[in-house]
């Protein structure tokens, strides 16, 4: 009998456990269980109807044939003015790429430029595809703790500690997902000072979140707030979170022109173009009317309000407040030891998460999977009424065990 054996890079991954929640929920909703999923992180809103048009439009006029390989040239030129429009950054359309997805851009960052044993430097808590991407292109991921007390933050002291000769990248995630942490100006100057000091260090930073801020928070990106880092940044960003569109998977980056070319040779050799659809429907939703972002991001402070609110009154549970992206993170160490009606015993992150799935339909992602435990992930991108039903769910459960 043939017996698969699946490759040695592949053997040092896991399946991303953001998406096995998410195919775990679906799956017990489909079968008619009672399920709250707030495993995924992306916007109930749907997709704004400009945004449509332009596909349908792209649809009719042909628009259906491989484009380049990293983007058509207009969507460069869109990405382009949102750089310099939001982010005062000057890049080129040599200095852009398009990938399906901001997780195609980052794979093809490090499938590019990582050799066996170069390290990636990883704050965590984490999102959980960095380290697995840099293990499948033979990186080393080291992990930085960030502590709570902190504000998740990153530590310019603890960046220096962590930075060897074989450190090929930092990754930077503000807002972060899973804590919701932001950097503002401030904070990434004072980590620019210590990278500015490694020249062989390449920084990533994932600004997926960037429209998802709240309060008085202003985002920064690092390479603007420190152009001597500019040549060596590779700045992430997509339409996934922004404009409500993870199923179109357009992501894309600006950064140093033979870095970007490089990433194009993986993309030629694997994915090709992204949707050509998609890339013309992004066009409309970069160059398009902006005021909904706004709109939709006063709507998730409301619900991280609410959220954070309700866990923090729960029994055992203790829960920051973040300044962005759509998910909070608390803690639940208050409950480990505990034991369920059943007998059973909270022993981590993992056990509460799928105790709480089975006990009361609330699909969480363990905090385990991001590096930073005893916590678990809310995704807050739900709908209000779901909400207050999750977190009764929640409070129920955790006053539940003794
Ligand atoms: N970024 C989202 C999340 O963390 C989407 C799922 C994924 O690709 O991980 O839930």
Redesign the pocket.
């Known amino acids: 009998m043939f017996t698969f054996k699946p490759s040695d890079s592949l053997g040092r991954i896991k399946p991303?456990?953001?998406?096995a929640v998410?195919q775990k929920a679906n799956a017990l909703i489909r079968a008619g269980a009672d399920v709250l999923s707030l495993?995924?992180?992306?916007p109930d809103f749907d997709t704004p109807n400009h945004i449509k048009e332009a596909a349908v439009r792209a649809m009719a006029e042909g628009r259906t044939k491989y484009t380049d390989v990293d983007g058509v040239p207009e969507l460069k030129a869109a990405i382009a003015a949102k750089f310099a429009r939001e982010n005062g950054l000057t890049y080129t359309a040599s200095q852009v790429s398009v990938a399906p997805?901001?997780?195609a851009i980052i794979f093809n960052a490090f499938m590019a430029s990582l050799n066996p044993g170069d390290e990636v430097i990883i704050p965590a808590p984490f999102?959980?595809?960095y380290p697995d991407m840099a293990l499948l292109c033979g990186g080393v991921p080291v992990f930085v703790p960030c502590a709570m007390a902190d504000g998740y933050k990153l530590r310019p002291e603890a960046l220096e500690r962590a930075i060897t000769p074989r450190t090929k990248w930092l990754v930077l995630n503000s807002p972060n997902?899973?804590t919701g942490a932001a950097l503002n100006a401030t904070e990434l100057q004072a980590l620019a000072e210590i990278l500015l000091r490694h020249p062989q260090v390449m920084i990533l930073t994932d600004d997926?979140y960037e429209h998802l801020t709240y309060g008085d928070f202003r985002f920064a990106t690092i390479a603007s707030v420190a152009p001597g880092l500019y040549a060596r940044t590779l700045t992430v960003n997509g339409i996934?979170?922004a404009y409500a569109m993870?199923g179109w998977r357009i992501g894309y980056a600006g950064g140093p022109e033979p870095l970007i070319r490089a990433m194009a040779k993986v993309m030629s050799q694997s994915t090709s173009n992204p949707s050509s659809i998609s890339q013309y429907a992004a066009i409309a939703a970069l160059n398009g009317p902006q005021d909904f972002i706004a709109e939709r991001a006063k709507v998730f402070e409301g619900r991280r309000d609410l959220v954070v609110a309700a866990l923090n009154a729960a029994p055992g549970l203790s829960c920051p407040v973040p300044e962005g992206a759509f998910?909070v993170y608390p803690s639940c160490a208050g409950l480990i030891g505990k034991r369920m009606p059943s007998g059973q015993v909270i022993e981590n992150d993992e056990r509460f998460a799928t105790a709480l799935l089975e006990a009361e339909g609330v699909a969480v992602?363990h905090g385990a999977a991001f590096g930073g435990s005893p916590n678990f992930?809310i995704?807050y991108a739900a709908a209000t009424a779901q909400l207050q039903e999750a977190c009764a769910r929640i409070t129920r459960f955790c006053g539940g065990l003794v």
């Open positions: 991303s456990p953001t998406l998410t495993g995924a992180g992306e997805g901001g997780k999102w959980v595809s997902n899973p997926m996934s979170k993870t998910y992602v992930r995704s």
